[in-house]
């Protein structure tokens, strides 16, 4: 029988004690002394909750300022076809107090006026230059649409609250009141305001452009409607 001496025992035991003392695992390493145990795990950053958290509308009040992706979307048909597209709000500002709109405008760039639904070789550049022509937007003389808020009311529903907004739009130098509603959320700790609209309806014929309009005793096959429907989506970030 083989015989050991007490220090290769000893020996032995404390080899044992430092294999096991730094065993790792796939989430921790543990390190182990003759006082002390370090465990050392992985950690995760903190989150931010509140940099995209939907504020309370009544807490926020100042002006905020009109900056990109903001748009409107467009729809117009004739009798066989719907087209849509968008078109660039490049400027304007609202004023906020207390949750409510205290006024506000914003500047349409018509020379962005962009099919969305065409293809190039669909006839898209066609449709384009055509709504950009003097038969509606003419653009080359009125290179913009302005907005201008007269009026908003505060209407509270069971889940979300919306703004009645009355204002002024001048298209080719014609100014009609047109009226929408809006959905506004404000966040980034109260940054960060962006506001949407149901589809609302203008009538091209009131600011001129007759082109192939029934009041004209158009062809009824060959008749563009009237209706333009648009949406609104502004984004804009507090000044």
């Given amino acids: 029988m083989m015989k050991f001496s007490g220090a ?10 430092v294999v096991v003392g730094c065993k790792k695992t796939d989430n921790q390493e543990v390190a182990t002394g003759l006082k002390d145990t370090i465990i050392v795990e992985p950690t995760i950053p903190p989150i931010d909750s509140n940099t995209d958290r939907e504020v309370d509308m009544a807490t926020v009040s100042g002006n905020f300022i009109i900056e990109a992706p903001s748009t409107i979307n467009w729809t117009a048909s004739d009798p066989v076809s719907t087209h849509v597209g968008t078109v660039d709000v490049t400027s304007g500002n609202l004023e906020i107090k207390d949750g409510k709109i205290q006024s506000g405008s914003f500047e349409i ?10 293809k190039p070789e669909d006839g898209k550049e066609k ?15 009125f290179p913009s649409a302005k907005f201008v808020i007269k009026k908003s009311v505060v209407i509270k529903g069971n889940d979300k609250t919306r703004h009645h907004i009355t204002g002024d739009l001048t298209i080719r130098d014609v100014t009609k009141s047109i009226g929408f509603d809006a959905y506004i959320i404000v966040s980034n700790q109260g940054g960060l305001l962006t506001a949407t609209t149901p589809s609302f309806e203008i009538n091209r014929v009131d600011y001129g452009m007759k082109y192939k309009s029934g009041v004209i005793n158009t062809a009824k096959d060959k008749i563009i409607s009237d209706k333009i429907g648009m949406l609104i989506n502004l984004r804009a970030k507090k000044q």
């Avoid at 290769?8 to 004690?17: K, R």
């Avoid at 760039?109 to 065409?118: A, K, Y």
């Fill in 127 to 141: 449709l384009e230059t055509q709504l950009k022509s003097a038969d509606f937007f003419n653009v080359e003389k």
């Fill in 109 to 118: 760039d018509l020379h962005t006026i962009n099919s969305t639904d065409l």
């Fill in 8 to 17: 290769v025992i000893w020996g032995l035991i404390f080899a044992v004690i």
